[in-house]
């Protein structure tokens, strides 16, 4: 007999620790369709963790919590569009420099707050009632249901993102940008701001993300609470071809193997040290896969992908 | 209003790079010291603690050149592959498995000193070319982004590591905490006045030797074609496979060597993140080597100026109660400032005011 | 309605006296550096007036066309819009006035639509509201102007021709009142020039005005209402264009340098013609979105002869050139050099085999430039400059300043950085490294693109001296003046397919239906 139970907790887990992959994923997959690699999203998702909870904390309610760590998202992504975008530096290096900054600030500053309880105060499920159902359909049922309103926006997100990228003018403006600025700004796009909407839109949905992390799935503040999940996103962003819906799609993927590994612990012979390897396993993988030429899958990618853009004034 | 016109410059005086690069590299820590007088610290404890006694107290000296080294090490490694326009983070991840490999043939092989020290020292570079491996084939035959795959082999590590201290080589004299055997002594690499002078023989070899391969060897003139231009470079027939490769086994090589060098003069033991071999230092060379500008010669006043503040960052840690994120932010806010002044030496800005 | 009394007054009575003055153009100058672009140039446009400003590449046309355009500023000079002195800042500037610059080559995002494409601009549109709404505008603009662009299409399944039409719209959308065009032919076969200029006739008609810039005499006449000719930054000549012949506007814009343009460098030598130095077998090359570019082309050059391959450019030869390089992937098909089979082994055995290659593309696989004079120049062989496995470059400086005093390349020194070289430069830097390998065949892809009179005399020079010195040439290139100068067999290329071959001598016309794709069997 097929334990629904375990099936129900795994589809429960699945679509949980999901929520961040998914926004963090979109975010990015907007930030690059504009042409700037964002590698900041560990320490911007870590950032928005630690004012997540501290906002919850502040203020009593956790959506405060979760719009504030977006903000701060945001800002810490904009630090490094500032650098990159307006300064023409070195995008990766500076992605790498935003996530120790991130990675550092959080450490020192989420000292006190290391373990404390947010008790009532994270995300509740939106449906609280009994599920009269048989056994055998309950768990199904419940896994979907039970979960806090975060969840369900999480999938309207990308969908949202999809109509606003491709249906959109602003949506054209910004993946102009990342195929060709130069050619974009002669078409009247203005590369800079547009760059910088995206970079902050998309730090946005990555502050959500690590807002949820701490709030939803973890329950409070621990140090180095991300343990990379910010990084796995960006290696998503290649698997989805820049795609929210397909971002959509990988986030559930990789997050079903990562429920899976916690459901493992214990039970399988394996060490649970080996089990914390999946995710980084398969992100390698995945990005070996996206890089193999005959799935042609490389031709999504925006076209001036990490490249500066500096407007420059022509001498004369 | 004002208006702003950016202008590109076409000749710098190696004299105007060097004076921002510097001032950059100012407004860096002064960031840094910004942040921490927020956080409440005294300004002129963090300078002092920061600057004036790593690098004047003969006592923080010591430790100040002891950090210096394997950043160094490291970090000469790392400049080789950014030459080539490869972005390895993956020096941490080597470095740990370069201690693993080490610490192995300490706790198996049975040999006299100081064939030993030789052996297990080779054991650990060839730990950190394999850690650097997979990395290096995909990027080479597939062109993966080596950034996501180095970071994730560093991941990667600190599982095997837990599993290791936590799992079979988990001294149990260790009250539950988990750190392994000290590695016999005959492996060990003394120190003078806990000073490692052959790791600094060694370092100084190390720049040596890389100078001479980038500068001056035709691997290095590949490498520089590459990282200015890799589509001609690839048209002129040399061969990216080769490059790519290469530079990762050197830089992977050097990253063990360090580990190796960490566990066998220093800790003489695996411990797990905060009694760790590496103690953060793969990702502070990354900020070494970028600071060095990638000249084989600045490393070694690079690597002493970082191992400087290592050593000044910890010391605040301990003083006021912080916790290590202190060396992260530090790294990040002067790796941030430096990247930044890279548009300064490139362009010129004209502020008009009407 | 004027009386025609005599010749002048007929020409004079629509022109002057019907037209309002749109732009005037008072003793502009442009130098720089040490360079004098324009010297006191006066220029007068009036509405419903297709004005062409014609003159060889350098006579400076581009650079006014370029200050008008607010890319550059003037040394000195005013211009006057509608009467009004004007100071043009910037493009953004420039539009705003309802001048639009249209560049040689269209300035247009390939992955998106046409419609995503106009409406980047269109200040109307709403940054929420979709694209696709513009397309009702373009269908409209379309059927006003014999214009033949569906919106929803992707501009990277345009052809050039229709990838300008879409400029065109985007310019209208501008309102446009002052329409600049820079070289618009150059790329396009006979057929569409024609359609275009019936277009532009139509947008005259409604009070506009265009400045068409043009090197080609025949088509000034062709199209103009008003012709002016510059000549090395000067204007040498400015009527009506029923006041020109074709003898006397060729006199005017060549002036007496007659004896550099018509002193071709005509092959003069007969050079015995040996056996396959590259060979092309059934080629089927991919392009970068995954259709076939090349279609199974088969392609020999012989030692001691010329093959030029002519062609509107887009229809493979990138891909073409790309695949025997060994810069391209070949689907199926073999390509034999020297009878060496390097069929998808890397460019390094090319060489090996004996092949030489002059990038179209040379700031991007031609050149590294941040290196200098001296590293570009061993580019390919460097290994052969080392001793006990480190590299000496002073053997190889030595080499350089041979290089640069045989090809005559202008540069400080061999240790100045090439960026720093001008593309002619540049171009002769490229060409004395692949020829210091003693090539047996070699590959020039559009070598004279971009390049001023005398740099390209010198190019053409030394891919005959290729020729006579018994290697194979192969020349890819969308210049069929170039082709048909050089080869000694030309091949035309379209759609992927070689359409036709001829020999030296052979119909212009002949080539020129070819490129259009229409073969007579």
């Known amino acids: 007999m097929i334990d629904m139970v375990l099936i129900g907790n795994f589809i429960f887990l699945t679509l949980k620790n999901a929520v961040p992959l998914i926004l963090a994923t979109t975010g990015e997959v907007i930030t690059e369709r504009s042409g700037v690699i964002n590698l900041g999203v560990e320490g911007c998702m870590i950032v928005a963790a630690l004012v997540g909870v501290v906002a919850t904390l502040l203020s009593s309610n956790y959506l405060v919590g979760l719009l504030l760590g977006g903000l701060v998202g945001a800002l810490l992504a904009l630090l490094h569009g500032l650098v990159t975008i307006v300064f023409g530096a070195n995008q990766i290096v500076s992605g790498i420099a935003t996530t120790m900054v991130g990675l550092g600030i959080t450490s020192l500053l989420g000292r006190g707050y290391v373990g404390r309880s947010l008790l009532g105060l994270r995300p509740s499920p939106l449906y609280p009632y009994d599920i009269p159902l048989p056994d055998y359909l309950k768990p199904l049922v419940v896994a979907i249901v039970k979960q806090d309103v975060v969840v369900y926006i999480s999938i309207i997100i990308p969908i949202l993102c999809m109509w606003f990228l491709f249906k959109t003018k602003l949506g054209s403006a910004i993946r102009a940008c990342g195929e060709n600025p130069v050619i974009a700004e002669s078409l009247g796009v203005d590369v800079v701001r547009t760059r910088l909407l995206a970079v902050g839109l998309g730090g946005f949905l990555v502050g959500l993300g690590g807002a949820y992390l701490s709030l939803g799935i973890v329950g409070t503040w621990v140090e180095n609470i991300t343990a990379g999940i910010g990084w796995v996103a960006v290696g998503l962003v290649a698997f989805s071809m820049w795609v929210p819906l397909r971002a959509l799609l990988a986030s559930y993927m990789m997050a079903s193997l990562i429920s899976l ?56 | 209003m004002f208006r702003v016109k950016v202008l590109r410059r076409y000749e710098v005086s190696s004299r105007f790079k060097l004076v921002t690069y510097l001032t950059s590299f100012i407004v860096g820590v002064f960031l840094f010291i910004l942040f921490e007088v927020l956080l409440g610290a005294n300004p002129y404890e963090v300078v002092d603690r920061l600057f004036v006694r790593p690098l004047t107290s003969y006592d923080d000296l010591r430790v100040s050149i002891r950090y210096a080294v394997p950043i160094g090490i490291i970090a000469s490694g790392l ?69 996501l795959t180095t970071l994730m082999m560093n991941f990667i590590a600190y599982s095997l590591v837990d599993y290791l201290i936590y799992g079979p080589w988990r001294s149990p004299k260790s009250y539950g905490f988990p750190l392994t055997e000290p590695i016999p002594t005959v492996f060990t690499i003394p120190t003078h006045d806990g000073v490692p002078v052959i790791n600094f023989l060694v370092f100084t070899l190390v720049v040596f030797l890389t100078y001479v391969v980038t500068k001056m060897s035709k691997l290095g003139f590949q490498i520089r074609a590459y990282g200015l231009n890799p589509s001609t470079a690839y048209a002129s027939g040399m061969s990216f496979f080769k490059v790519v490769l290469l530079s990762f086994v050197i830089s992977g090589a050097l990253a063990g060597l360090a580990g190796a060098l960490q566990l066998l003069s220093i800790h003489h033991r695996l411990g797990p993140k905060s009694w760790s071999v590496t103690e953060g230092l793969g990702y502070t060379a990354i900020v070494a080597a970028w600071i060095s500008r990638l000249e084989p010669l600045a490393m070694i006043p690079a690597s002493l100026l970082m191992g400087a503040l290592v050593n000044g960052g910890l010391a605040i840690k301990a003083v006021l109660g912080q916790s290590e994120g202190v060396v992260n932010l530090m790294n990040g806010m002067i790796l941030l400032s430096i990247v930044a002044a890279e548009f300064f030496i490139n362009y010129r800005l004209v502020i008009r005011f009407r | 309605m004027y009386v025609v009394v005599n010749k002048t007054s007929f020409l004079y009575g629509n022109s002057i006296l019907g037209r309002e003055v749109v732009l005037s153009v008072n003793g502009l100058s442009k130098r720089f550096g040490n360079v004098v672009a324009l010297r006191n140039v006066d220029l007068e446009l009036r509405s419903n007036e297709i004005h062409v400003l014609l003159g060889e590449n350098g006579a400076g046309k581009t650079t006014l066309a370029n200050i008008i355009y607010g890319i550059y500023r ?33 300035m247009l995002i390939e992955r998106m639509t046409v419609a995503e494409n106009l409406a980047l601009g269109f200040k109307e549109l709403g940054i929420l509201s979709s694209p696709k ?93 008003w012709i002016t000719v510059l000549r090395r930054g000067e204007v040498v000549a400015s009527r009506p264009k029923e006041m020109y012949s074709v003898d006397e506007l060729v006199k005017l814009v060549v002036g007496d340098d007659g004896e550099l343009v018509s002193s071709v460098v005509s092959p003069s030598k007969s050079v015995e ?54 810069l391209r992937r070949v689907r199926d098909g073999r390509i034999l050099i020297n009878g060496v089979d390097v069929t998808n082994k890397g460019p390094s055995s090319r060489f090996r085999a004996g092949l030489a290659y002059i990038p179209e593309e040379r700031l991007k696989y031609g050149v590294v430039g941040d290196m200098s004079v001296t590293e570009n120049l061993i580019l390919k062989d460097y290994y052969m400059f080392s001793r006990f496995t480190l590299l000496r470059l002073s053997d190889a400086v030595r080499v350089a300043e041979e290089c640069i005093k045989t090809f005559n390349i202008v540069t400080r020194g061999p240790s100045e950085k090439v960026k720093a070289l001008s593309g002619g430069n540049i171009q002769k830097l490229i060409i004395a490294r692949e020829l210091r390998l003693n090539p047996k065949v070699v590959v020039a892809h559009n070598p004279t693109l971009g390049l001023d009179l005398r740099s390209t005399s010198i190019v053409h020079e030394q891919l005959l001296n290729i020729k006579y010195s018994g290697s194979g040439v192969l020349l890819i290139s969308e210049d069929l003046d170039e082709v048909i100068k050089l080869s000694d067999r030309v091949l035309v290329m379209y759609r992927g397919t070689i359409v036709y071959e001829g020999v030296r001598g052979c119909s212009r016309e002949a080539l020129e239906k070819a490129m259009l794709g229409i073969v007579d069997v």
């Not at chain 3, 392609?299 to 030029?308: D, K, L, M």
């Open chain 1, 261 to 316: 590994s916690y459901m493992l612990q214990g039970r399988v012979g394996i060490s649970t040290y080996f089990l914390a390897m999946i995710p980084y396993l398969t992100t390698i993988a995945i990005l070996a896969i996206v890089s193999v030429e005959r799935f042609r899958l490389r031709l999504g990618a925006p076209a001036a992908l990490g490249k500066p853009y500096i407007r420059e004034e022509r001498l004369g």
């Open chain 2, 79 to 147: 400049l080789i592959v950014y030459r080539a326009g490869i972005y390895s983070i993956g020096a941490e991840g080597q470095m740990a498995v370069g201690a693993v490999f080490a610490a192995w043939a300490a706790y198996t092989l049975s040999l006299g000193s100081p064939t030993s020290v030789v052996v297990a020292l080779l054991v650990g570079v060839l730990g950190g070319i394999i850690w650097g491996l997979l990395p290096a084939t995909l990027k080479a035959l597939l062109n993966v982004n080596e950034v």
């Open chain 3, 74 to 106: 003037p040394d000195s000079g005013t211009i006057k819009f509608f009467g009004k002195e004007v100071n043009i800042r910037s493009p953004k500037d420039a539009i705003s006035y309802g001048i639009v610059l249209v560049q040689q080559h269209p």
């Open chain 3, 133 to 225: 709404t513009i397309g009702r505008v373009v269908r409209e603009v379309n059927e006003k102007y014999g214009i033949s662009v569906d919106p929803e299409v992707l501009v990277s399944n345009l052809s050039f021709s229709e990838k300008q039409q879409v400029e065109l719209i985007r310019a209208l959308l501008l309102n446009v009142k002052l329409l600049i065009l820079d070289e618009p032919t150059t790329m396009l076969t006979s057929y569409e020039r024609r359609k275009l200029f019936s277009i532009l006739k139509k947008l005259v008609s409604d009070g506009r005005s265009i400045l068409l810039i043009t090197h080609k005499v025949l088509e000034a006449l062709e199209v103009s209402d």
């Open chain 3, 273 to 326: 013609v040996g056996g396959n130095v590259l060979e092309v077998k059934d080629l089927i090359v991919l392009n970068d979105v995954g259709g076939i570019a090349v279609n199974k082309v088969s392609i020999n050059v012989r030692s001691g002869e010329i093959v030029g391959i002519a062609g509107v450019t887009g229809n493979g030869q990138k891909e073409l050139s790309e695949a025997i390089a060994g």
